[in-house]
């Protein structure tokens, strides 16, 4: 999850869950099981690459080794998500897109998303954990180009400075401490993300799973602590307050300044890392009361729409087939800056750069936002939660309230 995403549920309501998506079509090409034709479109949600990236290549090259031509669109994943789905209701969707996770449940619930088996896709050496986000009643609906997730860098001349070890760092005790004595010294503490967004949900959920947190009972006890934590930070001063307009951009724009401690940040910060100018490390967020807190797993799934002109199908999996092949893969996430999906590729990826090492054991015990049978509850649950991570540490209400408020309006909506 390295995107600006929010839920568009309503989006599918307001199509009437898009009944008529397996009538679909895309404009141009091959009759049912006849051969394809014209260029193939290709939507994903990475505006930042223009025609001349090595991804906007990555994907012209699986075009043409594919014998076509592929016309690639980037665009925010939310605007990407709502015109997924009008572009189904249309009979315009795209031949294969990529989507960031929790939004594949929507999709599949819209009924405009194949099966991966049934395009001969294979899944079966993907781990459990990053499949399971786009998996329902057993059934993937695409396959993982990769995966990326949260952990702590560290400047390790701030903490040089303040006498912090931070293999000394084993809970939330011991990492609270270690702000104290950075603030002490005359540095800053921690920055994140924690704007009203799903990157708000995103970077708030290892703390909220790090203290025992159910999003089935956000109110509970675990949720009350975590939430309590990060408003405990802002009121010492260890954490900035503008955390509540903070994208994950901005937070590591922050942290690269050199005068934070911590910032927490996903994989693909790793090459600002090393451009930024001071020695720095990665470690796991710990949990409330020791151990490495469970984190998200973040990415996204190339997928391939239902269109009514089935001999798309053929040209369509061959680009996924491109771009997520055991021996793609490599080519693909090195591009991308993200985690392999098979045990063989990250074992790969280790060996050319050590420094991934952490972010593989990282990835490995991810959780899966939508896992746990919450599919499409989880963007309606995440909104809540958002909302309640900016009302604590606004003031508005106390993180007790806050989370109260949250459970009962997502419970009003299951």
Same mark, same amino acid.
């Not at 599918?12 to 479109?41: F, I, P, Q």
């Not at 931070?166 to 005359?186: E, F, R, Y």
């Not at 590729?345 to 959780?367: C, F, G, I, N």
């Given at each position: 999850?390295?995107?600006?995403?929010?839920?568009?549920?309503?989006?599918?309501?307001?199509?009437?869950?898009?009944?008529?998506?397996?009538? @679909?079509?895309?404009?141009?090409?091959?009759?049912?099981?006849?051969? &394809?034709?014209?260029?193939?479109?290709?939507?994903?949600?990475?505006?930042?690459?223009?025609?001349?990236?090595?991804?906007?290549?990555?994907?012209?090259? @699986?075009?043409?080794?594919?014998?076509?031509?592929?016309?690639?669109?980037?665009?925010?994943?939310?605007?990407?998500?709502?015109?997924?789905?009008?572009?189904?209701?249309?009979?315009? &969707?795209?031949?294969?897109?990529?989507?960031?996770?929790?939004?594949?449940?929507?999709?599949?619930?819209?009924?405009?998303?194949?099966?991966?088996?049934?395009?001969?896709?294979?899944?079966?050496?993907?781990?459990?954990?990053?499949?399971?986000?786009?998996?329902?009643?057993?059934?993937?609906?695409?396959?993982?180009?990769?995966?990326?997730?949260?952990?702590?860098?560290?400047?390790?001349?701030?903490?040089?400075?303040?006498?912090?070890?931070?293999?000394?760092?084993?809970?939330?005790?011991?990492?609270?401490?270690?702000?104290?004595?950075?603030? &002490?010294?005359?540095?800053?503490?921690?920055?994140?993300?924690?704007?009203?967004?799903?990157?708000?949900?995103?970077?708030?959920?290892?703390?909220?799973?790090?203290?025992?947190?159910?999003?089935?009972?956000?109110?509970?006890?675990?949720?009350?602590?975590?939430?309590?934590?990060?408003?405990?930070?802002?009121?010492?001063?260890?954490?900035?307050?503008?955390?509540?307009?903070?994208?994950?951009?901005?937070?590591?724009?922050?942290?690269?300044?050199?005068?934070?401690?911590?910032?927490?940040?996903?994989?693909?910060?790793?090459?600002?890392?090393?451009?930024?100018?001071?020695?720095?490390?990665?470690?796991?967020?710990?949990?409330?009361?020791?151990?490495?807190?469970?984190?998200?797993?973040?990415?996204?799934?190339?997928?391939?729409?239902?269109?009514?002109?089935?001999?798309?199908?053929?040209?369509?999996?061959?680009?996924?087939? @491109?771009?997520?092949?055991?021996?793609?893969?490599?080519?693909?996430?090195?591009?991308?800056?993200?985690?392999?999906?098979?045990?063989?590729?990250?074992?790969?990826?280790?060996?050319?750069?050590?420094?991934?090492?952490?972010?593989?054991?990282?990835?490995?015990?991810?959780?899966?936002?939508?896992?746990?049978?919450?599919?499409?509850?989880?963007?309606?649950?995440? =909104?809540?939660?958002?909302?309640?991570?900016?009302?604590?540490?606004?003031?508005?209400?106390?993180?007790?309230?806050?989370?109260?408020?949250?459970? =009962?309006? &997502?419970?009003?909506?299951?």
């Amino acid at each position: 999850m390295r995107h600006l995403y929010r839920p568009f549920v309503a989006a599918v309501l307001a199509t009437g869950a898009l009944t008529s998506a397996a009538a @679909c079509s895309s404009s141009d090409g091959g009759g049912s099981g006849g051969s &394809a034709s014209g260029a193939y479109t290709f939507w994903d949600p990475y505006p930042q690459f223009d025609a001349s990236s090595d991804w906007a290549k990555r994907v012209a090259n @699986c075009g043409a080794s594919a014998g076509v031509t592929v016309k690639r669109t980037g665009m925010d994943t939310t605007d990407l998500g709502n015109k997924a789905l009008l572009a189904a209701q249309q009979g315009n &969707a795209p031949d294969v897109m990529l989507v960031d996770n929790p939004v594949v449940s929507t999709l599949v619930q819209a009924g405009i998303l194949n099966k991966a088996r049934d395009l001969g896709l294979d899944t079966s050496t993907i781990q459990p954990n990053i499949i399971g986000a786009g998996t329902l009643d057993g059934a993937a609906y695409g396959v993982p180009i990769g995966a990326n997730t949260l952990a702590l860098y560290y400047n390790g001349k701030v903490l040089k400075a303040a006498g912090v070890d931070p293999a000394g760092i084993k809970d939330w005790a011991t990492l609270t401490s270690a702000l104290q004595k950075v603030k &002490a010294a005359g540095k800053k503490g921690i920055t994140f993300s924690a704007i009203g967004t799903e990157e708000g949900s995103f970077q708030f959920l290892p703390w909220f799973w790090g203290a025992g947190g159910d999003l089935t009972k956000m109110n509970d006890p675990g949720g009350v602590a975590a939430l309590s934590l990060w408003k405990d930070w802002l009121a010492q001063g260890l954490a900035p307050k503008d955390v509540l307009q903070n994208t994950q951009t901005t937070s590591w724009q922050e942290f690269a300044t050199g005068k934070y401690a911590f910032g927490e940040n996903g994989t693909w910060q790793l090459a600002n890392a090393a451009k930024a100018g001071f020695p720095y490390g990665v470690i796991n967020i710990p949990g409330q009361h020791g151990g490495s807190a469970p984190v998200p797993t973040g990415g996204e799934f190339v997928t391939v729409p239902v269109q009514r002109k089935t001999g798309r199908y053929a040209v369509s999996t061959k680009i996924v087939n @491109c771009l997520i092949s055991p021996t793609s893969l490599l080519a693909t996430d090195t591009t991308l800056s993200y985690i392999a999906p098979l045990a063989a590729v990250q074992k790969e990826q280790v060996e050319r750069d050590a420094t991934l090492k952490p972010w593989v054991s990282a990835v490995a015990a991810a959780r899966g936002r939508t896992s746990n049978g919450l599919g499409t509850k989880y963007p309606v649950i995440s =909104q809540q939660l958002w909302t309640a991570v900016q009302s604590a540490l606004s003031g508005g209400k106390s993180p007790q309230g806050a989370l109260d408020t949250a459970q =009962q309006a &997502a419970a009003s909506h299951s």
